[in-house]
């Protein structure tokens, strides 16, 4: 399931920064591929004469983010080397 801006909002849980946003889209992603890889499966069953498999209980498995310790440090991380690339040519 996807969550857009508005139902974060009524939740009262907007993304406050790029980390959050990356992590909940990937989540979002894990589950749409979970969710089309099933739709997939069930069908070639149906052709096969088949009954459906039940997918919840195929759950991703794997938690997706990151500590907010651990994104902070890419976060410097990132800084740091950005201003080292461009405070040379804004020091030209």
């Known amino acids: 399931m996807v969550v857009t801006a ?3 909002r009524q939740l009262g849980q907007v993304p406050t ?6 992590v909940d889209l990937a989540r ?7 969710a089309s890889s099933c739709l997939d499966v069930n069908l070639a069953r149906a052709q096969q004469g088949l009954p459906p498999v039940d997918c919840s209980q195929y759950g991703t498995g794997v938690q997706i983010g990151m500590a ?3 994104r902070n440090t890419i976060l410097i991380v990132v800084a740091a ?3 080292v690339y461009l405070l040379p040519k804004l020091l030209k």
């Not at 920064?17 to 990356?22: N, P, V």
């Not at 979002?28 to 979970?34: H, I, M, N, V």
């Open 28 to 34: 979002g992603y894990a589950e749409y591929d979970l």
């Open 17 to 22: 920064d790029w980390g959050t946003a990356i």
């Open 81 to 83: 080397l950005a201003a």
């Open 68 to 70: 907010d310790s651990t």
């Open 6 to 8: 508005n139902q974060y």
